[in-house]
C-alpha cells in the first residue's frame, strides 16, 4: 500500500525576505490558517499529518519567536499531536531583508535546532522531523539533527531552489540516509530523506504540491506516481497553511480521493521506524 505524509508548512502570508525584503506577520490570521488545515487534516486522515513550526531571525526579534512560545500555538501543537499528528521544526535562517543566509553556520544551526527542540518538548511536545526555509538543507544540519534526536528531514523536492543554491535534482527520488558530506545521496547518518511526491521528469513545484497545482492535476500526478513506483513507496505532499483560505476545500477534496484509492496517510516516526526495520532485514530496496 502506497503511503503519503501530509506536510503542513506553517509560514505566514508576508514573510518575503528575497522579493520584497520586508517581512510582516498577523498572529490571529496565521494561527485560524493553521487551524484550518488541522481541522481538514482530522476530518480527513485522522490526524495524520506533520506540522511544521516556523521559527526564523524575523520571528525571533520581531514576535518573540510565537509559534514556539505562544500559549495559543503550544494548544495547537498538543491538540495536533493528540489528535495522531506530529510537530517539526520549519527553520528559516535568512535575514528578513534578505541580505544574509544562515545556514550554513554550524554551530548557529546547532544552537537553533537544539534550543527550539527544547521548547517544544517543555510544552510537552516532542519534534519527530525538520525542514529547511526554501528546501536549503545542508551538510551543516546533520550532525545537529541527529544530535537532537530529530531524524526525518523534508527537503528532497528533486530541484534546484534558487535562494539557498541547494539542488535536489541529483538525489534519489525515495527514502534514504543522508550522507553526512553530502545530503544529496545516500550515506550513513541517521538522518532520513522523505521526498516529495514526484515522477522522474516532474519534481519541485511540479510535484505533490499543493499550492501551485488543480486538483485534477494532482490527481493525474498520483496515479503516474503510482505507476512509476508501485504499492510500495512513500513520500510527502507539502501543504501551505497560509493559503489554507484558499486552498483547504481542494486540501479536502484531494485526501478524500486519495482515502479513496488505498493510500495510507502516516507521520514521520512510522516512516523512520518502518525504514530501520526494512534497513536492518536487507528489503530497503521495497521503496
Same mark, same amino acid.
Given at each position: ?109 546547532? &544552537?537553533?535546532?537544539? $534550543?527550539?527542540?527544547?521548547? !517544544?518538548?517543555?510544552? @510537552? =511536545?516532542?519534534?519527530?522531523?525538520? +525542514?529547511?526555509? /526554501? ?113 483547504? &476545500?481542494?486540501?479536502? $477534496?484531494?485526501?478524500?480521493? !486519495?482515502?479513496?484509492? @488505498? =493510500?495510507?496517510?502516516?507521520?514521520? +516516526?512510522?516512516? /523512520? ?15
Amino acid at each position: 500500500m502506497a503511503k503519503l505524509l501530509v506536510a503542513v508548512e506553517c509560514d505566514f502570508e508576508g514573510y518575503s525576505p528575497f522579493v520584497t525584503h520586508r517581512c510582516q506577520y498577523s498572529h490571529q490570521q496565521t494561527l485560524r490558517r493553521a487551524k484550518l488545515a488541522a481541522d481538514v487534516i482530522q476530518c480527513e486522515c485522522n490526524g495524520k499529518a506533520a506540522f511544521l513550526a516556523h521559527t526564523s531571525p524575523f520571528m525571533r526579534r520581531e514576535h518573540g519567536d510565537a509559534f514556539f512560545t505562544s500559549s495559543d500555538y503550544k494548544t495547537l501543537w498538543n491538540d495536533v499531536a493528540a489528535c495522531g499528528g506530529e510537530i517539526g521544526l520549519h527553520v528559516h535562517e535568512d535575514e528578513p531583508d534578505g541580505s544574509c543566509l544562515y545556514y550554513g553556520y554550524g554551530k548557529h544551526i546547532e &544552537r537553533v535546532i537544539s $534550543s527550539h527542540v527544547g521548547m !517544544l518538548e517543555d510544552c @510537552g =511536545v516532542k519534534p519527530a522531523c525538520h +525542514s529547511t526555509g /526554501y528546501f536549503g538543507m545542508n551538510e551543516w544540519f546533520v550532525p545537529a539533527l541527529e544530535a537532537n534526536d530529530l531524524l526525518v528531514n523534508l527537503d528532497n523536492c528533486g530541484a534546484f531552489t534558487k535562494f539557498t543554491t541547494r539542488d535536489w535534482t541529483v538525489a534519489p527520488g525515495k527514502p534514504y540516509y543522508m550522507d553526512p558530506d553530502d545530503v544529496t545521496c545516500e550515506g550513513a547518518s541517521r538522518v532520513l530523506s522523505v521526498p516529495l511526491g514526484m515522477t522522474k521528469y516532474c519534481r519541485g513545484e511540479d510535484g505533490l504540491m499543493l499550492a501551485p497545482n488543480s486538483l485534477r492535476y494532482l490527481r493525474s500526478l498520483w496515479e503516474e506516481i503510482a505507476r512509476e513506483s508501485g504499492d510500495e513507496s512513500v513520500w510527502f505532499l507539502w501543504v501551505e497553511a497560509q493559503r489554507m483560505d484558499r486552498d483547504h &476545500r481542494k486540501l479536502r $477534496s484531494f485526501l478524500r480521493w !486519495l482515502k479513496g484509492k @488505498g =493510500v495510507e496517510f502516516v507521520v514521520p +516516526s512510522e516512516i /523512520y521506524k518502518d525504514y530501520a526495520a526494512r534497513v536492518a532485514t536487507g528489503s530497503r530496496g521495497a521503496y
